[in-house]
């Protein structure tokens, strides 16, 4: 897929979902041996507004891989790792 065409879709993604509601996270231990994601956010959220993205493998500490995007507002929300958006906003924000 050459830029135009992810840039498209990104486009189009954004304006087909305007907003969206982040999942909290949950508070790690002293130990920090256990998953950081209560839940998984699977809808569209525009680059635009990810001000960072971390990406933590899985491990002892947890067997799940887990993308935690901070927004622009302070949020920091989970992403599902396997919806299809999720490939290319990180391959474009890391581009950045």
């Given at each position: 897929m050459d830029g135009k065409s992810?840039?498209?879709t990104l486009v189009l993604c954004l304006v087909s979902?305007?907003?969206s509601e982040g999942k909290a996270l949950e508070k790690?231990?002293?130990r920090g041996s256990q998953c950081q994601c209560i839940s998984t956010?699977?809808?569209f959220i525009p680059p635009k507004t990810v001000q960072d993205v971390?990406?933590?493998q899985r491990g002892p500490h947890c067997k799940n891989v887990e993308i935690?995007?901070?927004l622009k507002d302070g949020r920091?929300?989970?992403v599902e790792p396997t919806?299809?958006?999720i490939r290319l906003t990180v391959k474009a924000l890391l581009a950045r």
């Open positions: 992810v840039a498209i979902v305007a907003g790690t231990g002293e956010h699977a809808k971390r990406i933590r935690i995007a901070t920091e929300v989970c919806a299809p958006w």
